[in-house]
């Protein structure tokens, strides 16, 4: 199985973004253990970050045909972007969003979440072990 995990805006500043809502992993640990964990399951994965929603689309869009199966923790686009959301739905295979903070007890434009239309899963509050339980979810339910 091939998962691609997407990160958007800020996920690169994890650890130094504000520590008492994301926690003080680093992005480079989150990758680290991204792929220690999927080398422990079998799964091959590539872990991706962009500041630019073009960015995110097209690494969405290159999963057609040549992934089985998205992580996706879109930051500030989750609440904006109707592009990610379409590409998406574009590529027809599963995706799960993932959120580190638990954005449903938080600000209220933080409630619209436009990708969850694709998504056959969310998980958010489980920090960053939440990509952790997607993977592990998206791998139960090939």
């Known amino acids: 199985m091939k998962i691609r995990v997407i990160n958007g805006p800020n996920i690169n500043m994890l650890g130094i973004r504000e520590p008492d809502i994301y926690g003080r992993t680093t992005y480079a640990d989150l990758e680290n253990m991204i792929f220690d964990h999927c080398r422990d399951i079998g799964v091959e ?12 689309v097209d690494m969405i869009q290159e999963c057609f045909q040549n992934i089985d199966a998205i992580v ?16 998406a739905k574009s590529v027809g295979i599963p995706v799960v ?7 449903e ?5 933080r409630q619209v979440s436009y990708i969850r239309a694709a998504c056959i899963k969310t998980i958010t509050g489980h920090g960053v072990n939440g990509y952790l339980e997607a993977i592990d ?6």
């Open 72 to 87: 996706i923790n879109p930051g500030a686009y989750t609440h904006t972007s109707i592009a990610i959301l379409d590409a």
């Open 105 to 109: 007890e938080r600000e209220d434009f």
């Open 97 to 103: 969003e993932v959120h580190i903070s638990k954005v």
């Open 137 to 142: 979810f998206l791998v139960e339910n090939k």
């Open 45 to 56: 994965v590539d872990v991706l970050q962009s500041n630019h929603e073009g960015d995110l």
